[in-house]
């Protein structure tokens, strides 16, 4: 499917971002996290809730939202521990 959606993608005017550039910056930072496997049951909530975000309102990635909302996510599991 993300290949289908890729080929389909259109260039968009300005700085807008495709459909394609969204997701693979959405899912490469997660699969990039040093500590993604360890913390895996408290951010997997975190990225639904971005994807959700994502369809329901159009929201554009933002690197800093992500790392914000991972590393809260993280701290969480670390003092429920």
């Not at 895996?40 to 690197?63: A, F, I, N």
């Amino acid at each position: 499917m993300f290949n289908f959606q890729a080929q389909c993608d259109k260039d968009l005017p300005g700085d807008r971002e495709t459909w394609t550039q969204f997701w693979e910056l959405h899912f490469l930072f997660f699969k990039n996290q040093h500590d993604t496997e360890e913390y895996y049951e408290e951010w997997k909530h975190v990225e639904l809730d971005l994807r959700r975000e994502r369809w329901s309102y159009g929201y554009t990635y933002d690197p800093e939202t992500y790392v914000q909302r991972y590393m809260t996510a993280k701290n969480n599991m670390i003092q429920c521990l």
